[in-house]
């Protein structure tokens, strides 16, 4: 988690969750000890940096449930079919607790990368968007509408898979719903073309052509996929959609790579998406005490009163669950270790960046409170003080001759 990550209340914002009756759904975290993902190379974090982290990863973070992911590089709606009918992935998800899903993006743009790449072979771009940027007498062309006629082949490359996207995005909701006792989490697919960050700088003849590619791939995404992934949403009770496609309009430069020609997102986009699930679902956050769907100093607050409480006797503040959000580095007990880690993510998510809590190592693990007494302490609280039962025969402690 290096690259920059939206702040909550920014997510908040953003994300529109299309739900049976526009509510929704509710997922506690105290309750769901069990997420199966299935989706493609976005779920797998295909192309992050070293560090960077998918946001699947970010999610099992976040909330500290156990997550089991088929996710596969490249694949398609065809492929989740056949991974439905696995017995292996069957028994998982007939234990799950909340059935995680993105699928459909490959099955679309997989062709327009497979023709753009011809393209830049064919006319030695450098990157993809040399042939809206660049001196167009440079590759050859010697008008801006010259353009046109590759837009149009790269929009019906885009096309080309539509149908039986569409119509297997509907089998696997069918397959899917073999699994009532679950939460579905769909999230609709992004248009990785939305749009240039140099966009406006463009000549009209050249917004012209990037729109031929760009609206052909957003009316194929919401026909094909979203609409049905939106209609599941709205049409079963244990479904809910995370508009992801929403959330990434017209922020592609930022949250795919798109300039690289890979439909991934970056770090930012995986963070942009896990924030969204996460809202979405109700999912139990990590150091969110409160409840509120954010971490910051009065989750904190929280924790250090707990703490004080324990140390003077008084007793625990917290709930079983409270406990659990509140002992973010995972070592048995809520203090002023969690607390600063609260503060510490805070602090970062405020000023743009991110922050993973810290689990304890093993000496951590062994003694959770070094400021407490160990047992042996506790049985000879200062060795260098005779014991009773030396003072009780002082003999013991004269020296042997």
Not at 4 to 13: C, D, H, P, T
Not at 18 to 35: D, F, M, P, R, W
Not at 179 to 191: C, G, R, S
Request: aromatic share 8%.
């Amino acid at each position: 988690m290096k690259k920059n990550m939206k702040s909550l209340a920014a997510v908040s914002a953003a994300v529109m969750v299309l739900s049976c009756q526009s509510a929704l759904l509710t997922v506690h975290g105290e309750h769901v000890q069990k997420i199966v993902v299935l989706g493609d190379s976005i779920a797998t974090g295909a192309g992050l940096a070293e560090g960077e982290k998918s946001y699947v990863n970010l999610i099992e973070d976040y909330t500290n449930i156990q997550v089991q992911n088929f996710a596969k590089d490249d694949y398609t709606t065809g492929d989740i079919l056949t991974c439905l009918s696995d017995t292996q992935v069957q028994d998982a998800l007939s234990h799950a607790d909340v059935i995680l899903i993105n699928i459909g993006e490959h099955d679309i743009m997989d062709r327009f990368l497979e023709t753009t790449d011809g393209f830049m072979t064919q006319f030695g771009f450098a990157a993809f968007t040399d042939v809206f940027s660049a001196e167009l007498a440079d590759y050859g062309f010697t008008d801006e509408n010259d353009l046109i006629p590759y837009a149009n082949e790269l929009a019906a490359a885009i096309r080309i898979n539509q149908v039986s996207a569409g119509e297997n995005i509907q089998l696997i909701n069918t397959e899917l719903s073999k699994y009532p006792h679950a939460k579905i989490i769909w999230q609709t697919n992004y248009n990785m073309l939305d749009t240039l960050d140099f966009y406006s700088t463009l000549s009209v003849k050249r917004q012209n052509a990037y729109n031929s590619i760009m609206n052909p791939a957003k009316t194929t995404l919401n026909k094909y996929l979203n609409t049905h992934i939106q209609q599941f949403a709205e049409e079963q009770d244990n479904c809910i959609a995370v508009d992801v496609f929403s959330g990434f309009a017209g922020k592609a430069y930022e949250y795919t790579n798109l300039y690289q020609l890979n439909l991934n997102p970056t770090a930012a986009g995986h963070a942009w998406i896990a924030e969204a699930v996460i809202q979405a679902s109700g999912l139990s956050r990590m150091g969110d005490i409160n409840d509120d769907k954010e971490i910051n100093a009065s989750d904190a607050a929280e924790v250090l009163r707990h703490a004080a409480n324990i140390g003077s006797g008084l007793g625990a503040v917290f709930t079983a669950d409270q406990l659990k959000g509140g002992d973010v580095d995972e070592n048995g007990i809520a203090d002023s270790l969690d607390a600063a880690q609260i503060l510490a993510y805070a602090a970062s998510v405020g000023s743009g960046k991110t922050y993973t809590f810290r689990k304890a190592d093993e000496a951590e693990l062994a003694d959770p409170d070094p400021i407490q007494p160990t047992d042996t302490e506790l049985a000879d609280p200062d060795p260098t003080q005779p014991t009773d039962t030396e003072l009780a025969d002082p003999d013991l402690l004269a020296p042997d001759f």
